[in-house]
């Protein structure tokens, strides 16, 4: 019987698509139950265990967020930042949308003595993901590099994500810090040290020492 090129070419696609839709669930449940596994092993301090596990996952399902995110976190764990950096790396490269990978990244690098990336990266994924706690620890990092302006914009940012969230206690917290951080900014703040006694400048430093 003949059949012709199109519809043998139709029809093999279809097939494809019915396999390929009947295998991702099956490899998803597969790297789940190994991302399990390697959490209870990591649980019983069988690191070695859980590092294998994490990576059969990933060799099972290369788009499993939980166990890129695992196994980046069991190496910072284990004290190897950089072989956390190039998991993290490549969870990007394989997820693009996997953004908590760059907070893990993040953290790496900030342990690797690479602030200014690291920074970068925590700056990137607060942003894309308004992450108040993120935020916070942007701003305690600014502090330690002993970036007050940018700690200072940090606590801003946050006191507008609190206003805009009706997050009364995160509100009073960055009001006091931004108080505070004006203070010790002093010059290097326009608003709060105008250069200029004109009236738009004026007011600028009113709102800065309210707290914005």
Known sequence: ?????????????????TVSLTADP???????????????????????????RYTDALAVDRTSAEAWMGLGALRLKLGEPEEAERVYDTALSEVPTLRVALRGRALARWTLGR???????????????GDAGALRELAAWFGVDGRTPAQLATWRRLLA???????????????RMV?????????????????????????????????G
């Open 1 to 17: 019987m003949f059949v012709r090129r199109p519809a043998v070419l139709a029809a093999a696609l279809a097939a494809l698509a």
């Open 26 to 52: 099956c490899r998803a449940s597969s790297a789940d139950e190994l991302v399990r596994q390697a959490r209870a092993h990591e649980a019983a301090h069988e690191d070695d265990v859980a590092l294998r």
């Open 115 to 129: 602030h200014a990336d690291a920074e970068t990266d925590l700056d990137t994924y607060a942003s894309a993901e």
């Open 161 to 175: 994500l609190a206003q805009g969230g009706d997050d009364a206690p995160l509100e009073r917290e960055a009001r």
């Open 179 to 211: 108080r505070a951080l004006v203070i010790l900014v002093d010059g290097a703040d326009p608003a709060a040290s105008p250069v200029a006694p004109d009236m738009t400048r004026r007011s600028l430093a009113k709102i800065a020492a309210r707290g």
